[in-house]
């Protein structure tokens, strides 16, 4: 059974940084684009940052310049460094992937900001 496992949330101080990490196991044949989204409560998911099998990244406009993703092939990991974090980042974060060519969602991880 294909799994991806969402790690490192947790509360921290409006400014400070976070490092989550997105791990995938099971029978494994192909992994493509790997990315995180985000949903805060009462507002939609959105996507937060997307990256490719080949590492090209693309965010969502209000992270930009903050948060960097990041993918370890060999390890079947995805990073995000989340840093300057600010209230509004407060959200529930999810993995996502394409597994064997199938969508595939972690459970998520709690990110929260504030003082």
């Known amino acids: 059974q294909v799994q991806l496992v969402e790690s490192g949330g947790g509360l921290v101080q409006p400014g400070g940084s976070l490092r989550l990490s997105c791990a995938a196991s099971?029978?494994?044949?192909?992994?493509?684009?790997m990315a995180w989204y985000r949903q805060a409560p009462g507002k939609e998911r959105e996507l937060v940052a997307l990256?490719?099998?080949?590492?090209?990244?693309n965010y969502g406009d209000s992270v930009k310049g903050r948060f960097t993703v990041a993918r370890d092939n060999a390890k079947k990991t995805m990073y995000l460094q989340m840093n300057s974090l600010k209230p509004e980042d407060t959200a529930v974060y999810y993995c996502?992937?394409?597994?064997?060519?199938?969508?595939?969602w972690g459970l998520g991880t709690q990110v929260t900001v504030s003082s």
């Open positions: 996502n992937a394409k597994i064997n060519r199938r969508d595939t």
């Open positions: 099971g029978s494994i044949f192909s992994i493509g684009d």
């Open positions: 990256v490719s099998p080949g590492g090209r990244s």
